[in-house]
């Protein structure tokens, strides 16, 4: 059976539930007892295990399946959750991220997931070794868990004499004990270490068995169950004297429990009500799923952009039917146009819809990024996301990713400050991060508060003079807005020491020159020890956009509306001179004016008209007036790239053809703006 046709749904899915796996795990870390989470992680996973095997890919569907078993075992209470045994559990969802990218690629999805798995291994056995004390604790419940799975086939006779010898005052100790690597005599260490014990007491049972025991088929780990008077400290002590000991643990065994255990093992309830539950939410996910799959289809995005590029073709031919229609001033025919441009509108509209994807898809790496960050950078983070269902364009979405990652790194590393430093600053211990979207007019805004540190003013200014940017002169007369940019600077940097965090050469010039080539903005606000606010203004869409034609002597030129404020006509005697350039009193603010016919080296006449036609632009708080010989209209264009061969024409963003035909250059009015 030919798989290859399917391989494009198994990737999608697999994402959907590494992402699911990634939330709940997430969710497990702050509600640890919450079974029900659990499960859903395991049913996720399993989900992906059964789709991985079908496929072919075993070594997916191992891994997948080492982290069922562990999953399984915190389901059925064997093993208890900490936040080491979650790290390893998301090495093993990174891992697996890792392999279905590969497969993505073209690839066989194989990766060495030898140490991973190890570990998982480790933690199912109950060997996994935690570094901190609470996962000591959690290591020597691990232990114990371990040592009561050893004696679940304990008999009735076994189970009585237990009974009776605790009746009579003795203790029922379960004792772990661990040879150390390097021991050469096991069978010979086994015999002293029993030999202790029944000095103080009766040996009831072992695991692995006192045959096995003394024909050295064991690790280097065995478990015994103990009746005796001794104390567990006094036991443990007792077996330490003995050399080539690596670890002795001894607890008294909850006779009570077992047997509890036992009866319900062979006498099984009715499904406990989280067990209900899991079960009722499988139905009704799995009664939703099958509502929803009949109402939704998937389709490759490359379909959707081949569409979307039959339509531009449609927009450039909608055009040049309205240009023809006006020049014959035919009425049948000017009702046909209008009629087919209303129609095209409505087209145009679901097409884009169609592309448009949830910020939802970007934002959702992020917990777990800036979980992983806190941890590495020894801080306390809160993330808020809000707006996350916000929509944005396929081909945005697809930029924004790295950009915003940066910026999060930059939070943590530079803004959000370590714990004590924030006592001392009179914070909260915890910082905040919060990551907004929403939608605003034809732009959607995505903003990245931090309560840290903020952007120091002096530091800046000092750094930005010494890097030769601003005189200091300069220095003096700038807003904090000014400074605030200077970081965005290429090369620009106020950290004493780079670190792994944020200091990988790429500085937040990259992320300001992505975001413009998106046709995006970014503005910065900050207060010292206050925090920061990055906010990123991006378009809707980039393919079809809005635009006033203007016409300097025989070409045509696209702005884009979006950075337009206003249009006007001033008088040749209006424009003033100030520091050499030529500028406008536009509603009490000074305006420098920019010439196009200058910038883009278009010959003149002699001739010069005493009234110029401006158009008012802006690039966050700045402004600047584009002069043009005159003011054709709006019009919806099909912006095309310059394509390989015309990279970096200064102020030019690509171009569209007209309905004319002719081709009219898209002004880039940020490169304009100084």
Known sequence: MDMNQYIDVFIDESKENLQSMNDLLLELEKSPTDLDIVGEIFRAA???????????????????????????????????????ILDVVFESVDDLEAMIQDIASGGNGKRDVSLVVHKLQDIEEGRYIANNSQNEVAAATQVHTKVENSFKRLDEFELSVLEESREQGYQNLYVYVQLRNDCLLKAARVYMVFDVLEQIGEIIKSNPSVEALEEEQFDYEFTVLLVTKETPEDVKQRIL??????????????????????????????????????????????????????????????????????????????????????????????????????????????ILNMRMVPVDQVFNRFPRMVRQLAKDLHK???????????????TVIDEIGDPLVHL?????????????????????????LSLRAYHSGNHVFIEIEDDGAGINREKVVQKAIHNGLVSKEQAQSLSDSQINELIMESGFSTAEKISDVSGRGVGLDVVKNTIESLGGSIFIESKLDKGSLFSIQLPLTLSIISVMLVEIQEEKFAIPLSSIIETAIVKKEEIMSAHHKKVIDFRGKVVPLVFLKDVFDIPTGDSEDSFFSIVIVRKGDKMAGLVVDSLIGQQEI????????????????????????????IIDSNALIK
């Open 46 to 84: 399993h989900t992906l295990k059964g789709m991985s095997a079908t496929m072919g890919f075993q070594d997916l569907a191992n891994l997948t399946h080492k982290m069922e078993n562990v999953l399984d075992g915190v389901r059925n209470q064997q093993i208890v959750v900490t936040s080491d």
């Open 241 to 350: 004297k003995v050399s080539e000991i690596d670890k002795v643990e001894v607890e008294i065994f909850n006779q009570d429990s077992f047997s509890k255990q036992k009866e319900e093992q062979f006498n099984p309830k009715e499904p406990s009500s989280s067990s209900g539950k899991d079960k009722e939410s499988t139905e009704k996910s799995s009664t939703q799923k099958s509502q929803t799959t009949g109402k939704t289809i998937r389709v490759n995005i490359d379909r959707l952009d081949v569409l979307m590029n039959l339509f531009e073709e449609l927009v450039i031919d909608r055009g040049r039917l309205e240009q023809i229609s006006n020049e014959l001033e035919h009425q049948g025919l000017h009702e046909t146009v209008e009629r087919m441009s209303r129609i095209s509108g409505d087209l145009q509209s679901i």
């Open 380 to 394: 306390q983070v809160n993330l808020e996301i809000s707006g996350a269902e916000t929509e944005l364009d396929r």
């Open 408 to 432: 999060i790194r930059n939070a943590l590393d530079h803004g959000i400050e370590l714990p004590e430093e924030r006592s001392r600053k009179g914070k909260l211990e915890e910082g905040m």
């Open 638 to 665: 099909v912006l095309k790239s310059l394509g390989n061969y015309l990279t970096n024409v200064f102020a030019i963003s690509g171009a569209t053809i007209l309905g004319d035909g002719q081709v009219a250059l």
